[in-house]
């Protein structure tokens, strides 16, 4: 069997819903193809109905056309193995009240065949700082470890791709940094991580891949690197003792020129800049240069100008 290059393929995918004024297409026939281990980044404003896709790939929605291929398995024709790849943990903080951390998790696994002596229960509540909390019920935990315990049992399994669908929102820095570790090991060891967040910083510190959804509509997707010498910008800061009065204008052939007082600043496409060229020109300056710094378009820029423009 080949080696598998996608985690997820998805083709044509559309979903409409019913209103009193009639359908309204949440999904737009997108196709979009997740690189099998890759760490991917999924990102919108709210109402893009990044929900709706993720509900689709866990079958709690039903799509109205269009095909998913999971780990190498087609949804509609072998959806038992699609989905025991899959480990989800959705947005919002639904839990069994009944049953005690670590009870629950044991049962979970056991929903999923795993033998006793095989599931990885302690790990899990070792990894997610929920050690003493084995002998807790569900409704006793803050939101903050209900979200952990939610990511436990996603995991319980040891699936391939994880979804996790905004799993910081409203938790603390302490579990942030904890999650994000324990997750970028297990990105590390070869499992697809695809996440949904609003923390762009987030998204920019984890992701090497990241798809913009926006009116139902895949708008971009990208290596991350890619996305900003796509569609990113740099700025030169360029500090003078003195400037000459013409310093500005033998400068502006690399790129889009301002001055403000002792500076000038040198706009410029990301990756799409004669570095020696500027170099050759600076030399030949009668001014006294005494600094230079950079700026760069972060992805939370990139994010605005394509969502909101």
Same mark, same amino acid.
């Given at each position: 069997? +080949?080696?598998? =290059? /996608?985690?997820?393929?998805? $083709?044509?995918?559309?979903?409409?819903?019913?209103?009193?004024?009639?359908?309204?297409?949440?999904?737009?026939?997108?196709?979009?193809?997740? #690189?099998?281990?890759?760490?991917?980044?999924?990102?919108?404003?709210?109402?893009?109905?990044? $929900? @709706?896709?993720?509900?689709?790939?866990?079958?709690?929605?039903?799509?109205?056309?269009?095909?998913?291929?999971?780990?190498?398995?087609?949804?509609?024709?072998?959806?038992?193995?699609? =989905?025991? %790849?899959?480990?989800?943990?959705?947005?919002?903080?639904?839990?069994?009240?009944?049953?005690?951390?670590k009870e629950a998790l044991d049962i979970y696994a056991g929903y999923y065949g795993i033998n006793k002596n095989q599931r990885k229960t302690t790990e899990l509540i070792n990894a997610l700082g929920l050690?003493?909390?084995?002998?807790?019920? #569900?409704? %006793?935990? %803050?939101?903050?470890?209900?979200?952990?315990?939610?990511?436990?049992?996603?995991?319980?399994?040891? #699936?391939?791709?994880?979804?996790?669908?905004?799993?910081?929102?409203?938790?603390?820095?302490?579990?942030?940094?904890?999650?994000?570790?324990?997750?970028?090991?297990?990105?590390? +060891?070869?499992?697809?991580?695809?996440?949904? @967040?609003?923390?762009?910083?987030?998204?920019?510190?984890?992701?090497?891949? !990241?798809?913009?959804?926006?009116?139902?509509?895949?708008?971009? /997707?990208?290596?991350?690197?890619?996305? =900003?010498?796509?569609?990113?910008?740099?700025?030169?800061?360029?500090?003078?003792?003195n400037i000459s009065p013409n310093e500005s204008v033998n400068l502006a052939k690399f790129g889009t020129v301002k001055q403000e007082d002792n500076k000038i600043f040198i706009t410029y496409k990301s990756?799409?800049?004669?570095?020696? %060229?500027?170099?050759?020109?600076?030399?030949?300056?009668? $001014?006294? !240069?005494?600094?230079? $710094?950079?700026?760069?378009?972060?992805?939370?820029? !990139?994010?605005?100008?394509?969502?909101?423009?």
């Amino acid at each position: 069997m +080949a080696l598998l =290059k /996608n985690a997820i393929e998805i $083709s044509n995918l559309s979903k409409s819903y019913k209103t009193k004024s009639g359908y309204i297409e949440a999904l737009k026939n997108i196709s979009l193809a997740i #690189p099998k281990g890759s760490f991917f980044g999924l990102l919108g404003p709210n109402g893009a109905v990044k $929900s @709706t896709l993720i509900n689709i790939i866990a079958d709690l929605v039903k799509k109205d056309s269009g095909t998913i291929v999971i780990n190498g398995y087609d949804y509609d024709k072998n959806k038992n193995h699609a =989905k025991k %790849s899959l480990g989800i943990v959705p947005q919002e903080l639904v839990i069994d009240p009944f049953f005690k951390v670590k009870e629950a998790l044991d049962i979970y696994a056991g929903y999923y065949g795993i033998n006793k002596n095989q599931r990885k229960t302690t790990e899990l509540i070792n990894a997610l700082g929920l050690s003493d909390k084995i002998a807790a019920t #569900p409704r %006793s935990l %803050s939101g903050g470890m209900r979200r952990r315990l939610l990511v436990a049992k996603a995991l319980v399994h040891d #699936p391939d791709i994880i979804i996790l669908d905004e799993p910081t929102a409203g938790v603390d820095v302490e579990l942030r940094d904890q999650l994000w570790q324990y997750i970028s090991k297990l990105n590390q +060891a070869g499992k697809t991580i695809i996440l949904t @967040t609003h923390y762009l910083e987030e998204a920019e510190k984890l992701c090497d891949q !990241i798809a913009i959804i926006n009116h139902g509509k895949i708008i971009t /997707n990208e290596k991350k690197e890619n996305l =900003k010498k796509i569609f990113g910008v740099k700025t030169l800061i360029i500090e003078y003792k003195n400037i000459s009065p013409n310093e500005s204008v033998n400068l502006a052939k690399f790129g889009t020129v301002k001055q403000e007082d002792n500076k000038i600043f040198i706009t410029y496409k990301s990756g799409d800049f004669n570095y020696k %060229s500027l170099i050759n020109s600076l030399s030949k300056s009668k $001014s006294e !240069i005494i600094n230079f $710094s950079t700026e760069e378009t972060d992805i939370e820029d !990139i994010f605005k100008n394509l969502v909101y423009k």
